[in-house]
């Protein structure tokens, strides 16, 4: 097994975050917080307070849902695996924080923006997610 740069590293926390994030933001539709990022990057303490409360909701609606039941294996499938990448948020926010701590004021800036552009993109999974949360019985 090949070490790692410290740039690639630091690439995997920003991109494994905004992955998890990315569940939040569409879930909840949470563009605002994201836009608040990307705006004043300086400040994302308080933004990544506002998306890890979300977070804390999305997972408790996830659960909700998935102990409901009477959903496709498919959409089990795909809530699982929502359930599984929040359950880790403390972790990967915790290491971006650190790697945002560790940098300079201007790649901080960068980054936080980067952040933000993953973490507002759609992925299959995220958009799947909302669809099978919104339909009836969802708990919304």
Avoid: C
């Avoid at 563009?31 to 608040?36: A, G, M, P, R």
């Avoid at 499938?77 to 004021?105: C, D, P």
């Amino acid at each position: 097994m090949s070490a790692k740069t410290p740039e690639e590293t630091s690439e995997d926390v920003v991109a494994r975050f905004a992955d998890k994030a990315r569940y939040v933001v569409h879930l909840e539709m949470a563009y605002d917080i994201v836009d608040e990022l990307a705006s004043s990057p300086e400040r994302y303490i308080e933004s990544i307070y506002k998306l890890s409360r979300l977070a804390a909701k999305v997972l408790n609606d996830v659960q909700k849902r998935l102990d409901e039941g009477g959903l496709s294996e498919e959409d089990q499938s795909t809530l699982e695996g929502v359930r599984r990448s929040l359950e880790n948020w403390a972790l990967a926010q915790e290491e971006f924080i650190k790697y945002l701590e560790r940098i300079n004021k201007e790649a901080l800036r960068g980054e936080v923006k980067r952040f933000a552009a993953l973490a507002v993109a759609p992925s299959y999974r995220a958009i799947r997610a909302k669809q099978i949360m919104e339909r009836k019985g969802a708990g919304r």
